[in-house]
């Protein structure tokens, strides 16, 4: 199964390692190091789930959250946030918003595919006719 994943994290090198594993596993990726690029991507790109670094800067995860639940032409898709250690302070600026999934970094690639693929739909499997 692939996924479309949207990942929005000020860390390059992490999404790097990330985009590459997640493609060569067959997801479409895209990835965006602030919060506005995160907004445009969401409405081009259009993906199935966004993995979300609370502390991104222009607008920062909360932010990102708060505008897809307002604009009706940001898609609302499942969101996995992904941070290091336990950020309390960034997890209540998020608590108003639906989160899917929190997980802590350094995240195996594995275990973030593993984690988005349990977030998509499944796809429909063709039968030759």
Do not use: N
């Given at each position: 199964m692939?996924?479309?994943v ?5 860390d390059?090198c ?5 985009r590459?594993?997640l ?16 907004l ?10 966004l993995v ?23 898609p609302?898709v499942?969101?996995i ?5 336990r950020?309390r ?5 998020m608590?108003p ?14 275990r ?10 499944a796809?429909?499997a063709?039968?030759?006719?």
């Amino acid at each position: 199964m692939s996924a479309r994943v949207l990942i929005a994290d000020p860390d390059v090198c992490l999404l790097e390692t990330y985009r590459d594993y997640l493609e060569r596993h067959g997801d479409q990726v895209a990835t965006v190091v602030d919060g506005l690029a995160c907004l445009e991507q969401l409405r081009k790109f259009a993906p199935d789930v966004l993995v979300l670094e609370p502390s991104i800067p222009w607008g920062c995860g909360d932010g990102v959250l708060a505008l897809m639940h307002e604009e009706p032409d940001v898609p609302q898709v499942p969101v996995i946030v992904l941070t290091y250690g336990r950020d309390r302070a960034a997890l209540y600026r998020m608590a108003p918003f639906k989160i899917d999934d929190y997980q802590i970094k350094p995240l195996r690639p594995s275990r973030l595919a593993t984690r988005i693929h349990a977030l998509t739909p499944a796809q429909e499997a063709t039968v030759p006719g």
